[in-house]
């Protein structure tokens, strides 16, 4: 069975700071996402990781994958307010189309 | 155009009754999926169509709960005899093709269900 676990669960970074968020997957995948979701909001997709090395930057965000080590990095460089927000990561499920989500990691940035 | 849509946007009943939640996918797109987000949690798997045809309704809790999507397009998830631990944010997506690996995953707004 497919398992993801993210960490850290909680993140409270100072503005200007860099940080990772670490995503590990238990079983074979090929394609992993990143997703944004603010409070009372739906999710906001980020990234699409869809081959080992891939790694791909938006703005402030990057991340990478590591398909041998079931690992995907979400960078965070130079924090800003706006970037507080709770953020999953989801591998699709091998041989399905269903994603199976990380427990997400809750970013609270501060001045 | 317009993304995935979603009604109601909140729901309240009370314990017993019946619920349906109503998605409507991006037009054209052919895969279908719905999710359940309990408060502080990332959102599980309930069901996915191709189409028509639904392909797997291994997430779905118990036989309360009951997906359909009979022309291929709008879906509608209903839950019978509503009970507390039913309280969440069900999601739906949708994508453009279906088969196995294929294209992302576009999230509608969500239904928070609350039982009380």
């Known amino acids: 069975e497919l398992k993801v676990e993210q960490n850290p669960l909680f993140l409270s970074m100072q503005e200007g700071k860099n940080y990772t968020i670490y995503c590990n997957y238990s079983?074979?995948?090929?394609?992993l996402y990143w997703y944004r979701q603010d409070p009372g909001k739906s999710l906001e997709s980020l990234f699409v990781?869809?081959?080992?090395?891939a790694v791909k930057q938006e703005g402030r965000l990057m991340a990478s994958l590591d398909t041998k080590a079931r690992l995907s990095t979400l960078h965070i460089t130079a924090a800003v307010h706006d970037l507080s927000a709770t953020y999953f990561c989801a591998v699709e499920a091998y041989n399905t189309d269903k994603l199976i989500f990380g427990t997400g990691t809750r970013l609270q940035v501060f001045p | 155009g317009a993304g995935v849509s979603q009604s109601p946007r909140y729901k309240v009943a009370k314990r017993g009754q019946d619920v349906a939640l109503r998605c409507d996918p991006i037009s054209g797109h052919v895969s279908l999926f719905w999710y359940q987000q309990a408060l502080g949690q990332g959102p599980e798997f309930l069901t996915y169509f191709q189409n028509e045809a639904q392909l797997d309704k291994s997430g779905l809790p118990s036989d309360r709960f009951f997906a359909e999507r009979p022309e291929g397009s709008v879906s509608t998830l209903k839950i019978q005899r509503t009970q507390q631990e039913d309280s969440a944010v069900y999601l739906c997506a949708s994508s453009q093709a279906g088969g196995v690996g294929s294209y992302e995953q576009y999230f509608g707004p969500g239904t928070r269900l609350t039982v009380t």
């Open positions: 990781l869809l081959s080992n090395g």
């Open positions: 079983t074979t995948s090929d394609r």
